[in-house]
């Protein structure tokens, strides 16, 4: 046989076998149909002391091919964060017979098994291990708290949309434990909570949090949809509530009815964590949401300040991103990527209403939410990363980078669509208002563009478009104009707001009170603006400025202080030699330690130190002080 020949019936033979594999390993493409019966999930959440969860699954099937998946794209994170890595022991049985699976080279999250004849369901069973140290993830389960996220504990056939599954969960909880979640309660016998069943996609926007130490405040009393403050935490101290602090809380609640003019869930659950060793959180879900902070949010409720913005956040989120979502994330399971390119509106503008509900509801004062905006317009005007990455560019981050840590933030950039997108709001809120002669606001179009199909909690999709035309309604303009201007351009930090509103960006040699408390809760020492980089408690040195003092003096990341101007460092010694810079010729001199280098380095600033703030504008309208103020 002629060598071209034998080639080429070699290459077409290993081109059908080839194409046999991928047929007979293809991931069937999910159909807008109910699937047949219901799937029941155990999960057994009573290991506390070795951190692992328990599950069992019986899965209605048909004899041939079935392919189950692992959740990969997980909602409100915005990535592919599914924790694989976490998943374990998986066995797969049918009549009690084992079967053998064989993951997917290609989707990793797949696992392809063929079902007997004779079956009519399948037997699974695996454990999702929490992540035991901080080097393996977040913390999901203590000696005192734990947090369900259903999309780490459950498998789901390949083929049908995630919201044409149903499932019917069960959980047992550690002796005598309690439990908030959006689920609602078929039976509890002992132990054991059986939910009633639901449709997938809802079960996995239903996080649960369960407590040996829980307690639960009712945020609007007497309400036909209820709002629950679910509490967890490490002590039975904590979670008690003043009066006054749970007020608030009900402030919060009334105040974004105010602002939306709806409701889109049954009722409501915030689950709020306090603890020194459960992970923290901020996920905002439809029904719900996960929040985690420190031990001393009711505990020292003056230091805990700079912390009660999360809440505000997340259930903005329940109008802004759960109801109402961008187009491109109307996917049918979670194993088909999310498309982000609206999480300037979705994360954005819920980040600016958060700010406004935490000073119009007293969660946070007035005047330190004004701190909040002044931290944040200074952060833009120093990010030379703004000239060259947009931020329509970062909201492709979730997937580029999956929150891990970068060495060079200020050139890299990160999610700045949150806080860079609560400026452009500003800057949209403060137009509106000027050019209606302040009759008209940002508040307007989140009545009208949030608050329809009052009660309704099915998902309703928007396009850059929607928004486009729903700003117009309020006030017409070249709203498509200014908004990518300010989306894709890398110029000037979005600063129009502030001035709109009357305010301008400054720089004192003390920060507020709200900014220094800030930075001693994070234990952090701030040079930003003046050395151009921050100080852990230890002295090494984070967020490092491109191009800033620091950077030109050579100082990289890893990097430690050890002393300053011959003088072992303390905050208050680096402090005091950049405030006796500003009257000296010499530059400060660090003694820098990186690995087992040691270096002398000389930064030439003489600019003293500087702390941002906001100054009032002489003879203009206070439109930031209408902004925040409690609607009546």
Known sequence: MHK???????????????????A????????DQSYPGTILLKVD???????????????????????????????????????????????LSANGKPLAWKRDTVNVHAFHIEVPRDAKSVDVEYQYLSPTEANQGRTTITGEILGIQWHSMVLYPAGHSARRITVQPSLTLPEGWQYGSALEEADRKGDTVQFKP???????????????????????????????????????????????????????VQQAYKLFNSYHYQHYDFLLALSEEFGGIGREHHQSSEN??????????????????LLPHEFTHSWNG??????????PNFNTPLQNSLLWVYEGQTQY??????ARSGMIKLDSVRDI?????????????????????????????????????????????????????LDVDTKIREMSGDSKSLDNFARNFFGIDNSAYVANHYTFEDVVKALNAIQPFDWAGFLRSRLDGTGPAPLDGLTRAGWKLVYAETATPYLKAAEERSKMTDFQYSLGFSLTAEGKVEALQWEGPGFKAGIGGGTTVLAVNGTAYKPDVLRAAVTAAKTGAKPIELLVKKGSKYRTLLIDYHGGLKYPRLERIADTPDRLQAILSAVK
Request: charged share 20%; aromatic share 10%; net charge neutral.
């Open 292 to 309: 985690g902070v420190k031990l001393d949010y009711f505990t020292d409720w003056a230091k805990a300040e700079s912390v009660r913005g």
């Open 45 to 91: 959440a009573s290991n506390t002391a070795q951190q692992i969860f328990r599950i069992t699954e019986s899965i209605p099937a048909k004899p041939g091919k079935l392919t189950l998946l692992y959740p990969q794209w997980v909602p409100a994170n915005h990535g592919p964060s599914g924790p694989l890595n976490q998943f374990a022991g998986l066995k």
């Open 198 to 252: 639901l449709d997938l996609e809802t079960m996995v926007d239903s996080p649960l949090f369960a407590g040996r130490y829980f307690k639960r405040y009712d945020l609007d009393p007497g309400a036909k949809v209820p709002v629950y403050l679910n509490v967890v935490a490490d002590t039975a101290e904590a979670v008690e509530a003043k009066p006054e602090q749970i007020e608030l809380h009900r402030a919060m």
């Open 373 to 425: 905006f002044a931290a944040t317009a200074a952060r833009y005007d120093n990010m030379l990363g703004r000239s060259w990455r947009p931020v329509q560019d970062t909201t492709n981050d979730p997937i580029i980078n999956g929150r891990r840590p970068q060495g060079w933030t200020s050139w890299q950039r990160g999610e700045d669509y949150y806080n860079e997108g609560a400026l452009i709001w």
């Open 24 to 31: 007979a390993d293809t991931i069937p493409t999910p159909v």
């Open 353 to 358: 209403w958060g700010q406004v509900l935490s």
């Open 4 to 22: 071209s020949l034998l080639a080429l019936l070699v290459t077409s033979s290993l081109l059908l076998h080839a194409r046999a594999k991928a």
């Open 322 to 331: 759960k109801f109402r979502r961008p187009a491109d994330q109307n996917v």
